[in-house]
């Protein structure tokens, strides 16, 4: 079966600090991968997804990046953070979106 | 473009009574597919339900049911005799075809009381 992980759970980073959150998925290839960015209350803005391996689509443009090393490796990163960064950072995979995604658990960020 | 309306914030049901969540979309696309989320406390989202918009048969997966209204591009779901654990928010979604990604809602938050 297909699983996906995401870590850290949750991360305190101060600002200007750089940033890392990985995820993996497992049991499938080739999936299509997504970072969600959910702002307290409210919904998911999307802000990366890849379709391959190092093919990476950006919707929303910021400090940070996304890069997929791997066929079923996704990293979303930051040089320097903002305060504005600060959110619950989502993973999610599907095979095709007609099935619609699997998330991970998240990470809740806090840049102090 | 896609688009997803989710016109109440917050909700509230008595245990084991049912309740209906509202959600209304818009695509120029002829095949599209429609998914409800919850996302309960603990923050893990999972996928409640599917439509897919050429099938006129509503979906249903126990006790959650979808109303799916093509031409008023409505999509509501509906919860039977409500338990605590539904307490969660709710994410209506939309992918229509071409699009490499599903648009959300911004969620209504239901608290099932005891």
């Known amino acids: 079966s297909q699983t996906i992980h995401q870590w850290p759970a949750t991360l305190v980073q101060p600002v200007g600090s750089p940033l890392s959150l990985e995820c993996t998925v497992e049991?499938?290839?080739?999936?299509?991968l997504y970072w969600y960015r959910q702002a307290a209350g409210r919904g998911l803005q999307l802000l990366f997804y890849?379709?391959?391996?190092?093919?990476i689509s950006s919707e929303v443009p910021q400090n940070l990046s996304a890069s997929r090393p791997q066929d079923r490796q996704f990293i979303l990163s930051s040089k320097k953070l903002l305060l504005s960064d600060s959110g619950f950072y989502l993973c999610?995979?599907?095979?095709?979106?007609?099935?619609?995604?699997?998330f991970g658990s998240g990470t809740r960020l806090t840049v102090v | 473009a896609q688009t997803v309306t989710q016109s109440q914030p917050e909700m509230s049901v008595q245990e084991a009574e049912t309740v209906t969540l509202s959600c209304t979309y818009d695509?120029?696309?002829?095949?599209?597919?429609l998914f409800w989320y919850k996302q309960p406390p603990s923050r893990q989202m999972i996928l409640v339900i599917r439509?897919?918009?050429?099938?006129?048969q509503n979906a249903t997966e126990n006790r959650f049911s979808v109303n799916f209204q093509k031409a008023a591009k409505s999509f509501s779901l509906k919860i039977s005799d409500s338990q605590l654990g539904d307490t969660a928010m709710y994410f209506c979604?939309?992918?229509?075809?071409?699009?490499?990604?599903?648009?959300f809602g911004t969620g209504t938050k239901l608290q099932v009381i005891p």
């Open positions: 999610a995979w599907s095979p095709t979106l007609n099935y619609g995604y699997t």
């Open positions: 049991g499938t290839s080739n999936p299509n």
């Open positions: 890849s379709v391959g391996i190092g093919q």
């Open positions: 695509t120029s696309e002829n095949n599209y597919y």
């Open positions: 439509q897919e918009a050429y099938k006129q």
């Open positions: 979604a939309l992918n229509s075809g071409g699009y490499q990604k599903v648009t």
